[in-house]
């Protein structure tokens, strides 16, 4: 009996995501199951606004996520990306100063799990 419930599962879950896809609603169901909007970002892509951060302070992203650069949403362009990061080592965001001009303002985001190793992401504010 339980196989045959979870078979059902299965199948109910199955019809959601097609008709999902089937209604345009494919960005909304793969966001949902990709906590990490910005994982696959690389040079030349844009980011949608991130929180302010006052120098030394870190603050809870969740919401990143990349968008095209000729999005109104666009504030951000990823002028370098850094994998293999430690915690420690992005927190400083020193790894992305080789990615800024003289005397051009930088910002970093970076997701790292505790313990891990992950990416750093070199912004710089998206050009009006």
Do not use: W
């Amino acid at each position: 009996m339980a196989r045959k419930v979870v078979g059902v599962v299965a199948a109910l879950l199955a019809v959601g995501v097609v008709a999902a896809l089937k209604f345009g609603l494919g960005g909304a169901v793969a966001a949902a199951l990709d906590e990490d909007a910005t994982a696959k970002a690389k040079a030349g892509d844009c980011l949608a606004e991130l929180p302010d951060v006052a120098e030394g302070e870190r603050k809870d992203a969740r919401g990143a996520e990349v968008v095209a650069c000729t999005s109104t949403e666009a504030v951000y362009t990823v002028v370098g990306r850094l994998d293999g990061q430690t915690e420690a080592q992005a927190r400083t965001g020193e790894a992305c100063e080789p990615f800024l001009q003289p005397g051009q303002a930088g910002y970093f985001f970076y997701n790292i799990k505790p313990g891990s190793t992950g990416y750093l992401l070199c912004l710089t504010r998206k050009a009006a």
